[in-house]
């Protein structure tokens, strides 16, 4: 794989939702959500640095939590109900302004995007368990430090200077008729901080009808994007990714990477199947072309890591369960190409892991590209949740001697 010298504008479009209803299918978000240009390789000009610290405080399990260290592949490691996805939640958070993300992260943990109740009741089931204990008179400060360019912080707090009281939907009454509400609601208020972009103040409002947003809406100039463990993948929006670089005449790296993991893959293309596009596969055994989701789960997610990867240069890219659908014996090529990828198109990976079978397929490559790894261990003790960093060498180090470094 080549460097790209030339900086081309590399924003990747994916819909952005304002009301409370994101797609069911949708299981991708990509932070820089609002130009709906296609992505190209970038080169960063010198002292580039990625993200190199994050501080979480008042997030989800995380009072307060400081990392510094961190690398082109950030590998995250706990027992289960330690914090790891809210970790990688927290990160998405700060790299995309838009408000709609803490809705879809709600749907992609399994709840209703759009809960049932009183206005009262909607608006606080929604923001109300992205505070740490639920102390809402804190704010949540999510920051992140790298190039100038590149850091970047999110706060998150009700405004407590303003209370309202809001009424309810109509229920009784004469028609029309909307009866008081006794419950009492603060704006929501998410303020985005770069040094690249003016802030983005947005506040959130609950009315009868909806969520209200009030502010500006400004492009991101981190990319970033979220695949989630347990969510669907939308094919069709895999299958523009595919085509941004198809287009471009960029797919050869990645189609040569789906047929090194799958070999019986012969030709790669976006086709439509009932209005919908979607990434095909031809094979030897078939007279007609099949989609990849249908040939392989696996090959699936491997296009959606990949493609993600290549959407989001100079940026970030979070995957819950990394390890999700691949066969041991695909381990250590699965680690090879995605590191390949993110230091092809300086992207940044944070990923989650419970399977040490795959940790210790990526000790060769961890060990020749140490200084681009480390291994975050997320703890919880007490329902508070605390992360520590262990370097590429120190971490490759504990795994190949049988240490246990999940917990």
């Known amino acids: 794989m080549q460097r790209n010298s030339q900086e081309k504008s590399a924003d990747a479009g994916a819909p952005v939702w304002l009301d409370s209803q994101p797609p069911s299918q949708s299981a991708i978000v990509l932070g820089t959500a609002l130009t709906g240009q296609s992505p190209s390789v970038v ?42 996805t809210a970790f990688l939640e927290a990160i998405f958070l700060a790299s995309a302004s838009n408000p709609q993300i803490p809705i879809t992260l709600r749907q992609w943990r399994g709840l209703e995007a759009s809960p049932i109740g009183t206005t009262t009741d909607v608006y606080d089931a929604l923001w109300n368990n992205l505070f740490n204990n639920f102390d809402r008179s804190k704010t949540i400060n999510i920051a992140m430090h790298g190039s100038e360019n590149d850091s970047r912080s999110l706060a998150m707090f009700f405004r407590q200077e303003a209370e309202l009281t809001l009424p309810l939907k109509q229920n009784g009454g004469a028609t029309g008729e909307l009866k008081p509400s006794t419950g009492i609601y603060q704006p929501f208020v998410f303020h985005w901080k770069s040094p690249a972009t003016p802030d983005v103040i947005l506040t959130m409002r609950s009315t009868a009808s909806g969520l209200q947003v009030e502010g500006i809406m400004h492009e991101s100039s981190m990319r970033s994007a979220f695949i989630p463990a347990h969510a669907q993948t939308s094919n069709q929006y895999t299958a523009n990714l595919f085509s941004s670089l198809s287009k471009q005449n960029k797919e050869l790296e990645f189609v040569s990477a789906l047929k090194l993991q799958f070999p019986s893959i012969q030709t790669v293309s976006v086709e439509l199947e009932a209005a919908a596009s979607a990434i095909f596969v031809s094979l030897p055994w078939l007279k007609q072309k099949i989609p990849l989701a249908l040939y392989s789960n696996a090959a699936s997610n491997l296009a959606s890591i990949l493609l993600n990867i290549s959407a989001s240069p100079r940026g970030i890219v979070c995957v819950d369960e990394i390890e999700n659908g691949f066969h041991y014996k695909r381990h250590s090529s699965v680690w090879e190409q995605i590191y390949n990828f993110a230091d092809v198109y300086e992207t940044q990976v944070f990923a989650t892991c419970h399977s040490l079978e795959f940790l210790r397929a990526g000790v060769p490559v961890v060990r020749k590209n140490h200084g681009d790894f480390c291994l975050i261990q997320v703890l919880q003790e007490g329902g508070i949740s605390r992360a520590r960093i262990n370097q590429g060498l120190d971490a490759a180090d504990a795994i190949e001697h049988g240490l246990e470094v999940r917990s």
């Open 43 to 84: 080169s960063r000009s010198a002292g580039y640095r990625m993200i190199e610290s994050l501080e979480i405080e008042n997030f989800r399990p995380f009072k307060k939590a400081e990392l510094s260290g961190l690398k082109r592949v950030n590998i995250v490691v706990g027992d289960n109900s330690s914090g790891k």
